[in-house]
DNA sequence: TATTGTTATACTCTATAACTATA
DNA sequence: TATAGTTATAGAGTATAACAATA
C-alpha cells in the first residue's frame, strides 16, 4: 500500500464538504435544501411503496425525513398517498413539477461536478468517476 | 458529461460516512476521536506555528480545536508552548507518544482502506487513489 | 487598534424513545 | 403483538460573539 498520500477517509470528508459548499448555491437558486434534493433524486428511481424504504433508500432514517417529505408535499413536488392493500403504508412518489425541479437542480449541479474534474485528463477522469460510483454503491447497501 | 451515474456529491457523503463508520474501532482501539486523530495526523507535517495556522491546516477552526487540544495536551500527546517571539502564540507539537500513537492508528486505518479498495485492479487503484488526493489537495486551499 | 487564544451562548442537527393507527 | 408513520425530548455538534493577554 502506499505510504506518502492522505487517509482516504480525510479525502473523502474535505470533497464532500467543498461539493457541499460548492453546490448550495446551485440548490438555493432552486429553493431546496440538500436533503431535499437527495430525497427527489433517490424518487427518480421510481416511487417508494413506503417511506421507511425511501428512508434507507436516501440514507437517514425514517423520523429525519418527514419534516422533508411535508415540505416537499406541501410544495407540490411529491404525493403521499395511502396504499389500499395495507393502509399504514403511504407509498411517496415524484409529481411532474418535482421531476422538473430535481432535472434542473442535476443540470447545475453536473456543472459544478465538471468544474471539479476539470484539470483531470480523460482517461483518469473516467476511471475515477466509474470507481467512485462503484465504491459509493458497494458501500450503500448496510444501514 | 455521463448520465447515467449517481452525484458525485453524494458519492463522497456516502463513503465519508461508511470510513467513519469502519475507522471508529481502530480509533477506539488506540483511545483517540476522529478529529484528535486528524490533529495527531496534521502535526506529523511538523510543528504547528500557532493553533489558528494549526485549525486551517485540519479544516476546523480555531474555537472547536481548544478542548481537543486539551485533550490531547493533557495525555501528553502533544505540547502547547508559548512562542518567545510572540508570546500571544502557542506553538503546537507531536511529543514522542503522541507520533507512537498517530502512527499505530495509520496502520489500522491502513488496513481499513485496503479492504475498501480490495476489489479494484492494480491499475484503477493507483488512477483512483492519486486523483483522489489531487483533488483534496486542491479543495484544501479554501478556509 | 489588531490579533491569539479562550470562554460563553445560542442554534442546528441527530438519536432515542414514546405515541397513533393500522394490521 | 408487530409495523408504518408521527411527534417529543434530550444530547451532541456547530457557529457566533464577546473576553483577556499581548503586540
Redo the contacts between chains.
Sequence with gaps: ??EQ????????????????EA?TPVLRANEVEMWDY?VL?ALEEGPAPTQSELATRV?RDKTRLIPILDRLEARGLLGRTPDPADRRNRVVALTAEGRAVVRSC?RG??TV??D?LA??DPG?RS???S???R??????HRP
Tied chains: 1, 2.
Excluded at 5 to 20: N, S, V, Y
Design positions: 500500500m502506499d498520500r492522505h487517509d482516504l477517509g480525510a479525502a473523502f470528508g474535505r470533497l464532500t464538504r467543498a461539493m457541499i453546490e437527495a433524486s440514507g442535476r449541479i453536473r461536478e465538471a471539479l484539470e483531470l483518469e476511471v475515477f468517476v470507481v467512485l460510483d465504491l459509493a454503491e458497494r458501500v450503500r
